[in-house]
């Protein structure tokens, strides 16, 4: 058996209180979703003046990385390098989307939505970016 890591609330909150803090700095109106390890979701937040449908595509970006283990851009660049067969994967090949990855394990991932693809994972990666960053200053052995 492997021992696995799995985000509390309080994770997830310190993730898209940083994801909301990047896009707020930007002047940014995005929806933020976070998943756990299995694609479902702990998080998910409209700001004000988000686009109604980014409310829909932020939880299906980070699904997409818990699927994949990748960046959401990964499957975009696909496409628009011609593998149109990634169009039949059960993803959304949309910029956006960053796994959160533990002891190199994805335990779940940030979405986000609302403003063009490169700030959109901006946002995301800042996300991602302040947990990592709380989780090795509070505990070395699982940021290892």
Same mark, same amino acid.
Do not use: Y
């Given at each position: 058996?492997?021992?696995?890591?799995?985000?509390?609330? +309080? +994770?997830v909150?310190?993730?898209? #209180?940083?994801?909301e803090a990047e896009?707020l700095?930007?002047?940014? $109106?995005?929806?933020?979703?976070v998943?756990d390890? @299995?694609?479902?979701?702990?998080w &998910?937040q409209?700001?004000?003046?988000? /686009?109604?449908?980014?409310?829909?595509?932020a939880?299906e970006? $980070?699904?997409?990385? %818990?699927?994949s =283990?990748? /960046?959401?851009?990964?499957?975009?660049?696909?496409?628009?390098? =011609?593998?149109f067969? #990634?169009?039949a994967?059960p993803?959304?090949? &949309?910029e =956006? =989307?960053e /796994?959160?990855?533990?002891? @190199?394990?994805?335990?779940?991932? %940030?979405g986000v939505? @609302?403003v063009?693809? @490169?700030?959109?994972a901006? %946002?995301a990666?800042?996300a991602?970016?302040?947990?990592?960053?709380?989780i090795? $200053?509070?505990?070395?052995?699982?940021?290892?």
């Amino acid at each position: 058996m492997k021992p696995t890591h799995a985000l509390t609330l +309080d +994770d997830v909150k310190l993730a898209a #209180a940083a994801a909301e803090a990047e896009a707020l700095a930007c002047g940014w $109106a995005v929806s933020i979703a976070v998943c756990d390890a @299995g694609g479902h979701a702990l998080w &998910l937040q409209r700001m004000d003046g988000a /686009p109604l449908m980014s409310a829909a595509v932020a939880p299906e970006k $980070a699904r997409t990385c %818990v699927l994949s =283990g990748k /960046p959401s851009k990964a499957f975009e660049d696909m496409v628009n390098n =011609g593998r149109f067969a #990634a169009l039949a994967m059960p993803v959304v090949p &949309l910029e =956006g =989307g960053e /796994p959160i990855v533990v002891a @190199g394990n994805v335990v779940g991932a %940030v979405g986000v939505s @609302g403003v063009k693809a @490169g700030e959109d994972a901006r %946002v995301a990666r800042a996300a991602v970016s302040a947990l990592l960053a709380h989780i090795a $200053a509070t505990n070395q052995e699982i940021a290892a």
